[in-house]
């Protein structure tokens, strides 16, 4: 995979806001869902756990690119009899589960915008997860055993394949789920190219050592609706937070072949644009938790969100 990026330099604003109590851990410094305004705040726990030195499929010099940006990217992770496995299995699933609550579809077009669940749903998309060469650079990136804290299917179709609007997921993990740290990270697998026009993922670098509070208290049942919304109404920055960190950090954008691999901090602020080429963009994306990191009562107030989206 290969970045494009562009940067400048300004002042962060922090907001002043008092903490909100934590139940079980004192007060929570990661606060979010706030009630008049967001706060920036540096992030307090690591981003690779452990040591530079941990064994694993990752050098060290690789590991401290990770630690510094946020992320890391391979090409040939996984191979054409994979891909063309995985993409059968989309078919296989959504035909297999109707109008079940793990299929997720565009609101505009009724194409299918995400498969939640799919380790669970295919034997083949399990054993991938498995493999040293995903699960084995969470567990070195972690410094843990890790678990699956969510799985999922992302489909753009060309010319109806909706935006990603601009979002940390440990916000909305931490808030929605009980996660007590970042002490996670995502790897999206290409199924097709992900291309600089069809909506590749982009990352502000280094943004994973800032953790945005977003405002705005999250309403029950609500989860639903924040799948299928192009820009949810909460846990959802700031423009003048996403614009202070992208004028000094810059924006990454994420290319490659299908079969490359992205590995990316829980907290890196992320987005990625509508599909308006007739180039489709599907991405299998994996989501490991440290098992030392499990979920609490969500920190945000809420009930906690199906299995599905958060397995516990």
Not at 64 to 76: F, L, V, W
Request: negative net charge; glycine residues 8%.
């Amino acid at each position: 995979m290969v970045t494009q990026t562009a940067s400048q330099n300004v002042t962060l604003r922090n907001a002043d806001i008092a903490g909100t109590e934590n139940r079980t851990h004192g007060v929570d410094v990661y606060r979010t869902r706030l009630a008049r305004r967001s706060q920036m705040e540096p992030r307090p726990h690591n981003t690779v756990w452990g040591s530079m030195g941990n064994p694993g499929p990752l050098s060290a010099p690789e590991l401290r690119h990770y630690a510094d940006r946020g992320y890391h990217t391979e090409n040939k992770v996984l191979s054409a009899a994979d891909i063309d496995g995985c993409l059968r299995e989309v078919s296989d699933i959504t035909d297999r589960l109707g109008q079940d609550d793990r299929v997720i579809r565009e609101p505009s077009s009724g194409d299918v915008r995400s498969l939640f669940a799919v380790h669970q749903l295919s034997d083949l998309i399990a054993e991938i997860c498995a493999r040293d060469s995903i699960r084995g650079v969470a567990e070195q990136i972690l410094d843990d055993e890790v678990t699956i804290h969510q799985s999922r299917i992302n489909l753009k179709p060309g010319f109806a394949g909706g935006p990603f609007y601009w979002h940390s997921d440990f916000e909305t993990w931490h808030a929605e789920d009980g996660m007590p740290a970042p002490r996670a990270l995502s790897v999206s697998l290409a199924l097709t190219p992900n291309l600089s026009t069809n909506g590749p993922l982009m990352i502000v670098p280094g943004s994973h050592r800032r953790f945005i509070g977003c405002v705005g208290e999250t309403p029950g049942g609500y989860h639903r609706e924040s799948l299928t919304s192009y820009r949810p109404p909460f846990g959802t920055p700031e423009e003048e937070d996403v614009a202070a960190l992208a004028d000094e950090l810059g924006i990454d954008t994420i290319t490659g072949p299908a079969g490359s691999a992205l590995y990316f901090d829980s907290n890196c602020l992320h987005a990625s644009g509508g599909n308006i080429t007739p180039y489709p963009r599907s991405n299998l994306f994996v989501v490991f938790n440290a098992k030392s990191n499990a979920l609490q009562e969500p920190f945000g107030g809420t009930e906690p969100r199906p299995d599905h989206l958060a397995h516990r």
